[in-house]
């Protein structure tokens, strides 16, 4: 199997702001895996908050190596039975770069898509949340409105500003804007019990439908004893990176958030929601801002979730694949093997592309 790294970078159409900082573009490393003439296709995205950056995802996929599987499948076959097939230590972003580009590979050599892979016969389609960012009232009410109108049911309202009270009416006219759609709320952590005490029950009032992760992670105990007392569901994000966190809130949270990034791919979230199957606590998937390429393997999984908030894409200036929608408020897959996207040549700001036979 031969390998390519490309690293480009992603602008925003806008800057997103949240409570802990404010990002107008990110870099991403694009993995192609070569074998008898098809070529499969992953990505993994740069991370402040998890302490990635180009230079380190690039390291990382270097140190990958897959020559020891025979063929892609072998190497897929590890990856979905929970064996380290990429390393002990690989960073979970580069380990569902790898296995989406082999789940592209091995369905595209199947001739269907991954879906199909995951014991899926039909192709997920689901309504999808779009996120507002911490803007003007004035803002988020417009910008509310256009996407009520463009068919977005689900709106993402980020939160966490120094005074509440910012929050609180960033909601309230956005719901008196677009009073049909379902509104979810994310102060990225930025409250203190406290405050999450005094702020949800107005949340719950307005209509929000759930609230993630409204406190600082780090104290498991503390959010379970604050979702019991919730008038509003609360869903676990920044606390809930990997399967032993999702253990420890199982029944003791409304939901968690699961990413592929974080939790290290489309295996990796299958056994976390094979965990949560039965114990009171829903998944939503998640994603962190990037191309199509990256959101894609996610959206495969999209029928098993309560909650989809994949748009990550869709913040995008320009998206350099397409085959997952979204701009409707819908994702779709696209029924071609694979993945079923194609990069559409939008984005020319590639930096450097590196071959490697040994990659994987």
């Excluded at 879906?115 to 004035?138: D, E, F, K, Q, Y």
């Excluded at 913040?315 to 029924?335: C, E, K, M, Q």
């Amino acid at each position: 199997m031969k390998a390519s790294l490309r690293t480009v970078r992603l602008e925003l159409a806008e800057p997103l702001r949240i409570s802990r900082s404010t990002m107008a573009a990110r870099d991403a490393v694009w993995l192609g895996i070569e074998h008898e003439g098809l070529r499969g296709h992953g990505e993994a995205v740069t991370s402040v908050y998890y302490g990635l950056d180009a230079d380190t995802l690039q390291r990382d996929f270097g140190g990958v190596e897959l020559s020891g599987y025979a063929s892609p499948e072998d190497a897929l076959e590890a990856l979905r039975e929970g064996k380290s097939a990429v390393g002990d230590n690989t960073p979970a972003a580069v380990t569902a770069a790898v296995e989406a580009a082999l789940l592209d590979l091995v369905g595209k050599r199947a001739g269907v898509p991954v879906h199909r892979l995951l014991g899926a016969s039909a192709g997920p389609v689901a309504a999808t949340a779009r996120t507002i960012g911490i803007t003007s009232a004035r803002q988020a009410a417009d910008e509310a409105r256009r996407l009520a109108a463009r068919g977005f049911r689900i709106v993402k309202v980020k939160a966490g500003t120094p005074d509440p009270e910012d929050d609180v009416e960033r909601v309230r006219v956005i719901r008196d804007a677009a009073p049909g759609v379902r509104l979810l709320l994310d102060p990225n952590g930025a409250w203190n019990t406290a405050q999450a005490r005094e702020l949800l029950p107005r949340f719950a009032e307005l209509g929000v439908e759930a609230v993630e992760q409204p406190v600082a992670p780090g104290d498991p105990e503390a959010f379970g004893a604050l979702a019991e007392w919730s008038p509003v569901p609360l869903i676990a994000d920044e606390d809930a990176v990997d399967l032993e966190d999702a253990r420890r809130l199982a029944g003791r949270v409304h939901g968690i958030n699961v990413k592929l990034a974080k939790c290290g791919g489309v295996y990796a979230a299958l056994r976390i929601a094979g965990l949560l199957a039965g114990s009171g606590t829903e998944l939503m998937l998640g994603c962190l801002t990037a191309s199509t390429l990256g959101i894609a393997p996610a959206v495969h999984l999209a029928d098993r979730a309560r909650w989809i908030d994949l748009d990550g894409h869709l913040l995008l200036a320009r998206d350099p694949w397409s085959g997952i929608g979204g701009a409707d408020g819908v994702v779709r897959t696209s029924g071609r093997p694979g993945l079923g996207v194609e990069e559409t040549g939008a984005e020319e700001t590639g930096v450097g592309e590196v071959a490697r036979e040994d990659v994987a």
